[in-house]
């Protein structure tokens, strides 16, 4: 079974700077999907960034950008330029490819703080 | 265009009482979970459907049930409630892979569920 680990409960940064938020997982499938979902105090949840497991670019969004390690299984988070409205809960997720078995897999999340 | 409907978005239920949570879907996707979300847990899939009449076992399936009779349509059961099972419910759906690549899944705004 595939398991997904965020080692930072709470994270804090000084607004319009740069933060990482760490992932981790572990896999034996070679191929699968990896997404970093927003959940703010409305409880709504939103993706923020996908990343396939065969492409070896890291993923971009606008401010938010990725740093996949394949054969680490690390799957971290950057935001730059800090915006207040960045503040929010971040889970890590893991889907499979696996076909008739694609879970999504979440982390624990790690909380955003947004210091102005 | 409604995404991913949960109903209802609060209720409160006494130890032993029995209920449904209903989520329904407006986009033809194959895939639907059900995830609870407790603090410093992340979310935690509770089971999850890979297409019309068919379930499956997720991470922590006991004490509830489910059922997809119709493809839009998953409802998740708890025959006797306990105050073990009091979370926020999540509802998601998403494409398999077979259907599109770069599939995303979309989630319901969250049912509060008290068990007192």
């Known amino acids: 079974a595939q398991t997904v680990t965020q080692s930072q409960p709470e994270m804090s940064v000084q607004e319009a700077e740069t933060v990482t938020l760490s992932c981790t997982y572990d896999t034996s499938e070679s191929d699968y999907y990896l997404f970093w979902y927003k959940q703010p105090p409305s409880r709504q949840m939103i993706l923020v960034i996908r990343?396939?497991?065969?492409?070896?670019q890291n993923a971009t969004e606008n401010r938010f950008s990725v740093n996949f390690q394949k054969a680490a299984k690390s799957f971290s988070l950057k935001i730059s330029d800090s915006q207040l409205g960045d503040a929010a809960m971040y889970f890590c997720a893991y889907r499979s490819r696996d076909f008739g078995n694609e879970k999504l897999t979440f982390g624990t999340g790690t909380r955003l703080t947004i210091i102005p | 265009n409604a995404g991913v409907t949960q109903t209802p978005k609060f209720r409160v239920l006494k130890t032993g009482q029995s209920m449904t949570l209903l989520c329904a879907q407006d986009m033809n996707h194959e895939y639907m979970y059900w995830y609870r979300q407790d603090p410093g847990m992340g979310l935690r899939l509770i089971h999850y459907?890979?297409?019309?009449?068919?379930?499956a076992k997720g991470e922590v399936p006991d004490g509830y049930n489910v059922s997809r009779l119709k493809k839009q349509n998953f409802l998740l059961g708890l025959e006797s409630a306990a105050p073990s099972q009091t979370s926020v419910y999540f509802c998601?759906?998403?494409?398999?892979?077979?259907?599109?690549?770069?599939?995303?899944?979309?989630f319901g705004q969250g049912t509060r569920l008290t068990v007192v």
């Open positions: 459907s890979v297409g019309e009449g068919t379930t």
């Open positions: 998601a759906s998403s494409y398999s892979f077979r259907e599109a690549l770069n599939t995303e899944a979309f």
């Open positions: 990343q396939e497991a065969y492409k070896q």
